[in-house]
Nanobody, 122 residues
Framework: VQLQASGGGLVQAGGSLRLSCAASGRTFSSHAMGWFRQAPGKEREFVAAISWSGAYTYYADSVRGRFTISRDNAKNTVYLQMNSLKPEDTAVYYC????????????????WGQGTQVTVSS
């Protein structure tokens, strides 16, 4: 599975962005997907994950209620809708895939996209 993330950019606090992650390969629909982020000087952290069917979603406490993860298996794409953005959301965002169940640990994901920069100004 190859992943290509896009949709990052510069936005003011309170604004919105939608990230996309396009996957290649016919096995996308059997993979759980996750979004992670890494801010300068910090470790990579979990943001959100979604099961292969889309029936189950998981969020970090810091983004719950503001971010929504979704997927379209027909388009081999997973999305991260980010609303009410805060300066502390500034980071490089990565999408990741793993066969089987969705998890929150980055060490469990086998495939990673290249990352897309999100910058939120105050």
């Amino acid at each position: 599975v190859q992943l290509q993330a896009s949709g990052g950019g510069l936005v003011q606090a309170g604004g919105s962005l939608r990230l996309s992650c396009a996957a290649s390969g016919r096995t996308f629909s059997s993979h759980a997907m996750g979004w992670f982020r890494q801010a300068p000087g910090k470790e990579r952290e979990f943001v959100a994950a979604i099961s292969w069917s889309g029936a189950y979603t998981y969020y970090a406490d810091s983004v719950r209620g503001r971010f929504t993860i979704s997927r379209d298996n027909a388009k081999n794409t997973v999305y991260l809708q980010m609303n009410s953005l805060k300066p502390e959301d500034t980071a490089v965002y990565y999408c990741a895939a793993r066969p089987g169940r969705a998890t929150t640990g980055s060490e469990n994901y086998d495939y990673w996209g290249q990352g897309t920069q999100v910058t939120v100004s105050s």
